[in-house]
């Protein structure tokens, strides 16, 4: 596991954040975090999270404009093929609620951006945690079973999912 502090430059991070942390960014609801919780915990009201795809089975789901946004990224990653990056906006919640070990992808590498600094946090299954902090990247095994949080201090806790080999 990689953990890196300031990823991208300040000027890099804040044309990003200010689209990504926007009143105009396109979110979508989703019923429930992650695969195992929306099937096993449909009746648990605070199990939702909104997203915004910008790629799926290595297709491009957005304009263009909005994948340039990512350039940045794309020049510090080490990949051949991008499979899919999301981004994630879990509001805030009267308690940190972790959203349920999982793996994003069988193979490969997924790495997580981290948009704004809030108590949430990343958990992995060996124990280490990953605190949420504006512009930090960790960049793991796809085959480590992680968890994602809410937050209690922020309006929400976003973070942008690559998933890549």
């Known amino acids: 596991m990689n953990v890196y ?26 019923n429930g975090i992650s ?3 929306k099937t ?19 297709q491009q789901c957005c304009y263009q ?13 080490k990949f051949k093929k991008i499979n899919r990056i999301k981004a ?4 805030r919640k009267n308690k940190i609620i972790e959203s349920g070990m999982h793996t994003d992808q069988k193979n490969g590498t997924t790495g997580i951006l981290y948009m704004n600094t809030c108590n949430g946090y990343t958990l992995f299954k060996n124990g280490e945690k990953v605190k949420s902090e504006r512009n930090k990247y960790v960049e793991f095994n796809s085959a ?6 809410s937050c209690t201090d922020q309006q929400r806790r ?8």
């Open 144 to 149: 480590l079973k992680h968890t994602g949080s």
């Open 35 to 37: 695969k195992l919780k």
């Open 5 to 30: 502090t300031n990823f991208l430059s300040k000027k890099d991070f804040k044309t990003l954040e200010s689209i990504v942390m926007s009143d105009i960014m396109p979110w979508y609801f989703n």
């Open 40 to 58: 096993t915990n449909r009746k648990n009201k605070d199990d939702f999270q909104f997203t915004f795809t910008f790629m799926k089975d290595g």
């Open 88 to 91: 994630n906006l879990i509001p």
């Open 158 to 165: 976003v973070v942008i999912n690559f998933n890549y080999e």
């Open 65 to 77: 404009d909005m994948m340039n946004l990512l350039n940045p990224i794309f020049s510090k990653l």
